[in-house]
């Protein structure tokens, strides 16, 4: 049975008057949190980076993996209008070496496992919208394709796209593994446990030189950049990637980077571009945490 509790007017109020202003202090809280939501431990030259793959029209391949080129466009228009500069490898690698500045709003645009649809739609808005992009790419799926179709759906670039677009200045070609995009007999690149140093860094190193003298037949040079395949590595993975020339890596951790010049440039933080999802509720976020 409940029995029904008698309080004083006065003690009444009281308790009302302690409710308000525990809930005055939450919501002052909480509006703190989130106007220093602006990361502030950053000390150098902040760097978004961003990851996409495929880039397609179709609405019922849109997934966390493909974007639509319409979302692409958006994606561009709002970087530009809340004044970011799509900057390449090489700027970045200037920077490092102190030959050369940043903008203060940097961005890099990259593009995994190098689909023919980045050369059918992502190709003409850079042109458009006077940006660039790193493309990795795949040596198997791009050099050894099962047959001569070129579908957007699932094709790989060509060697040729690559030279054209590299030449145009747009874009620029990054190392993605010769065929290590895969779960077979490890994760992406990273080293198996029944595998010695000696071994995994023989294994890994064919795989990359592979590429890279495939891609310097085609494009004219090798890469100096690295995306990790399913942002997979292992312990030992940067000293054979330094091992073979690479000065810059791309990981999948997400994040801002903050650069200073003399920096290292390994496992650059990125955010994955997943499709469905509107340019300011996804872009909207991250800028705010990069400030002004």
Partial sequence: MFRYIHLPLKAIKRWAALCISVTLLFCAGYTLRRVTAVDTTRTGTPLLVLMYHSILPNPGRIGRYVCSPETLQNDMEYLAANG??????????????????????????????????????????????????????????????PDDTMNAAYSSLTGEQMREME?????????????????NNRNGVSKRAAESQEEYHQTLSQDLQKLQQRLTQEIGHAPVSFAYPFGAFTKTTDDVLRDNGFLVTFSCVEGINDLHPGDDLYRLKRYNRPGGRSTESFLGPIISRVGE
């Fill in 167 to 183: 030449a145009s200045g747009r874009v620029e070609i990054a190392n993605h593994s010769y065929d290590m995009h895969s779960h």
């Fill in 84 to 145: 970011y500069t799509a900057v390449s490898v090489a700027q970045v690698l200037d920077y490092q070496a102190g030959r050369g500045t940043l903008p203060p709003k940097a961005v890099m645009l990259t593009f995994d496992d190098g689909f023919y649809n980045n050369y059918v739609y992502v190709y003409p808005l850079l042109q458009k919208y006077n940006m660039k992009a790193i493309f990795c790419v795949v040596g198997k799926y791009c050099f050894e394709p």
